[in-house]
């Protein structure tokens, strides 16, 4: 897309003029430090979803999508200091990848019909399901419960998490929605809601954050597809492609699910085939 290209141009010049001080300068003194930005790459992750993308401060970030994050920049040809971590919540996702302000985004990002329409994806590189999660001394409920039931839940503005909620999993549900999802675990601890409902990856990430707090329902209520996201017609597609192909094959999925996933109990399925 326009930015990479613009981006490798920079390298490109920035190489070159490297080239030249080496030339006019053979006694190798002088440096004039790095270049300036352009040799770094700027992806989206989340922030606060422990086990999935989680900034731990200043430039640690850790998490299941933060390491295929990483794998695919190295893949792409940047060590791991170059890479410029962007806050994606859910919300911004489509928006910055149209603007250009990532080059992509791996943040439990679900690939759907909708949002092909303006992003494009590779994936899916794993698959979660819709749950509940509810304080430790909360009822158990089923989805033919939940569909009826007059709870209050919290989600996040611009997911499929909520969408799911107002058009079929719980319609008479009164639903709260934050920016992010650990502002939901504030509510629910506060009982200011009933549940916080998303993905089973994200809620297993809280459960074990918050022990003994709470408890997933585990209702499998959809499947989410995860897929990097990507602006339209990215040049990169085919090597992320391959990135998350080699992730996959090589193992690293696997480590990634039972370092990010095991801790939270979660139980780790087959990785999944890609598609897109
Ligand atoms: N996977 C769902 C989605 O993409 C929910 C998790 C999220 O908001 O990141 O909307």
Redesign the pocket.
């Known amino acids: 897309m326009r930015f990479s290209r613009v981006l490798r141009a920079g390298a490109a010049i920035a190489a070159a003029s490297l080239a030249l001080a080496a030339c006019a300068n053979p006694g190798g003194g002088g440096d004039s430090g790095d270049s300036g930005g352009e040799g770094t790459i700027r992806v989206g992750i989340?922030f606060d979803q422990p086990g999935m993308g989680q900034k731990q401060g200043e430039n640690n970030y850790t998490g299941f999508d933060v390491e295929l994050a990483k794998f695919i920049a190295k893949e792409l040809g940047y060590e791991e200091n170059q890479i410029e971590f962007k806050e994606a919540v859910?919300d911004d996702r489509e928006t910055m990848l149209k603007n250009g302000d990532v080059e992509y985004i791996v943040?439990?990002?679900?690939i759907t019909d909708e949002r092909k329409e303006v992003v494009d994806f590779v994936g899916p590189y794993f698959i979660?399901h819709q749950d509940l999660l509810v304080r430790k001394d909360y009822p158990d409920l089923t989805k033919e419960e939940l569909a009826k039931a007059k709870i209050k839940l919290c989600s996040?503005t611009g997911?499929?998490?909520a969408a799911n909620v107002k058009q079929e999993l719980a319609k008479n549900a009164d639903l709260k929605e934050y920016k992010g999802y650990s502002q939901c675990v504030g509510a629910l601890e506060s009982k200011a809601v009933d549940a916080l409902t998303?993905?089973d990856t994200?809620l297993a990430g809280y459960a074990a954050q918050n022990e003994g707090k709470f408890k997933l329902l585990g209702l499998k209520l959809t499947d989410?597809h995860?897929g990097v996201g990507l602006p339209k017609d990215s040049d990169i597609k085919d090597k992320v492609k391959a990135a998350v192909q080699k992730w996959i094959d090589d193992g690293h999925w696997e480590e990634a699910a039972k370092k990010y996933l095991g801790p939270a109990g979660y139980e780790i399925p087959e990785p999944p085939t890609l598609e897109d």
């Open positions: 989340k859910s943040g439990t990002y679900s979660a996040v997911s499929t998490s998303t993905d994200i989410e995860y």
